[in-house]
């Protein structure tokens, strides 16, 4: 067997066989989402937590409200219910007030009493999930409410449904930190001096000589993909500093969560990899220097690269 074909099925075996390649079960709306609800131009945050409950699912969610407390506002008398439907059906409310009041609402709170620099954390009953729409409800005190959210990649988009009508919620995965994985994608954003065609590039932390970077796939010059994936985050620790040989001791899908730089722009791999010739080029941050490179596959059993070869990019 060739070196090309060593270095396309052990790539291709050994991320497809790795359990984050396909997501299974109700495992992928587990987590924290940030979800935010609006009502007439006014907008409440949520953070949804969804976990493991015996078997099936169990959630939270917290909710908070810095806004002045409903005790210091002379707002007409009514029940929150009433106010709610007023607010749904176009009414007038005091301004400022709604989002505080639909708070306390999914609280399961009454209409009495101060909320100001409080959270509010609820448990979530009959948590289903059926591989596309998440769904849970809650009993307050002003009723039931339900909640029906479909599932587009990274997003939750839906309604919450309330015995006064329905209001439009829309929410994002919340990226969990982990030690090999810091961060929701791998690389920096690049200073714009440098000219560079990518809006993200790999990076060497010096602390634990490691270079955290996307690679994306190519076979014979054209796109590709391993396992089903086209652009792959790679962790590349230092095998040998004086030989420069890194190993690829972690890999996963890039940026799962669609997460934005902070320019609020989507991240772009810098890397390259070539299947048939085991060649990767990268353009890699180390410092206050950044250099073109290129390396070798020269063990593809345990996915050990050598660098080759690298240029100094100097800012324009």
Same mark, same amino acid.
């Given at each position: 067997?060739?070196?090309?074909?060593?270095?396309?099925?052990?790539?291709?075996?050994?991320?497809?066989?790795?359990?984050?390649?396909?997501?299974?079960?109700? &495992?992928? +709306?587990?987590?924290?989402?940030?979800?935010?609800?609006?009502?007439?131009?006014?907008?409440?945050?949520?953070?949804?937590?969804?976990?493991?409950?015996?078997?099936?699912?169990?959630?939270?969610?917290?909710?908070?409200?810095?806004?002045?407390?409903?005790?210091? +506002?002379?707002?007409?008398?009514?029940?929150?219910?009433?106010?709610?439907?007023?607010?749904? &059906?176009?009414?007038?409310?005091?301004?400022?007030?709604?989002?505080?009041?639909?708070?306390?609402?999914?609280?399961?709170?009454?209409?009495?009493?101060?909320?100001?620099?409080?959270?509010?954390?609820?448990?979530?009953?009959?948590?289903?999930?059926?591989?596309?729409?998440?769904?849970?409800?809650?009993?307050?005190?002003?009723?039931?409410?339900?909640?029906?959210?479909?599932?587009?990649?990274?997003?939750?988009?839906?309604?919450?449904?309330?015995?006064?009508?329905?209001?439009?919620?829309?929410?994002?995965?919340?990226?969990?930190?982990?030690?090999?994985?810091?961060?929701?994608?791998?690389?920096?954003?690049?200073?714009?001096?440098?000219?560079?065609?990518?809006?993200?590039?790999?990076?060497?932390?010096?602390?634990?000589?490691?270079?955290?970077?996307?690679?994306?796939?190519?076979?014979?010059?054209?796109?590709?993909? +391993?396992?089903?994936?086209?652009?792959?985050?790679?962790?590349?620790?230092? !095998?040998?500093?004086?030989?420069?040989?890194?190993?690829?001791?972690?890999?996963?899908?890039?940026?799962?969560?669609?997460?934005?730089?902070?320019?609020?722009?989507?991240?772009?791999?810098?890397?390259?990899?070539?299947?048939?010739?085991?060649?990767?080029?990268? +353009?890699?941050?180390?410092?206050?220097? !950044?250099?073109?490179?290129?390396?070798?596959?020269?063990?593809?059993?345990?996915? !050990?690269?050598?660098?080759?070869?690298?240029?100094?990019?100097?800012?324009?």
């Amino acid at each position: 067997m060739t070196l090309k074909r060593d270095v396309k099925f052990a790539l291709f075996f050994l991320l497809l066989n790795s359990s984050w390649v396909f997501a299974a079960g109700n &495992s992928i +709306v587990l987590g924290e989402w940030a979800l935010e609800m609006s009502i007439q131009e006014e907008k409440i945050s949520v953070n949804l937590i969804i976990t493991e409950d015996s078997g099936g699912l169990g959630g939270t969610w917290v909710s908070s409200d810095s806004a002045s407390s409903l005790s210091d +506002v002379n707002s007409e008398a009514g029940s929150l219910g009433q106010q709610l439907a007023n607010a749904l &059906s176009a009414g007038d409310l005091q301004a400022g007030l709604l989002g505080q009041q639909l708070a306390n609402f999914l609280s399961g709170g009454g209409s009495e009493g101060g909320l100001a620099d409080q959270q509010l954390t609820n448990a979530l009953s009959d948590v289903r999930f059926d591989g596309e729409t998440l769904t849970f409800f809650r009993q307050t005190q002003q009723g039931p409410v339900e909640v029906d959210l479909t599932l587009e990649g990274n997003t939750l988009r839906g309604v919450l449904s309330l015995q006064q009508g329905a209001i439009s919620v829309f929410g994002r995965k919340v990226y969990a930190s982990t030690n090999e994985w810091p961060s929701p994608y791998n690389g920096v954003t690049p200073d714009l001096s440098f000219g560079l065609a990518f809006n993200n590039i790999g990076m060497f932390d010096t602390g634990d000589s490691t270079i955290y970077t996307c690679v994306r796939i190519f076979t014979n010059g054209q796109t590709g993909a +391993v396992g089903q994936l086209s652009e792959i985050d790679i962790n590349l620790t230092a !095998v040998s500093l004086d030989e420069a040989t890194f190993q690829i001791t972690n890999f996963r899908e890039f940026n799962t969560i669609e997460a934005l730089n902070e320019n609020y722009d989507s991240p772009e791999c810098s890397g390259k990899f070539e299947t048939e010739t085991g060649v990767y080029t990268d +353009v890699i941050k180390a410092g206050g220097s !950044v250099f073109d490179t290129t390396w070798s596959l020269i063990d593809p059993i345990n996915l !050990v690269l050598q660098l080759d070869s690298y240029r100094e990019l100097i800012s324009n």
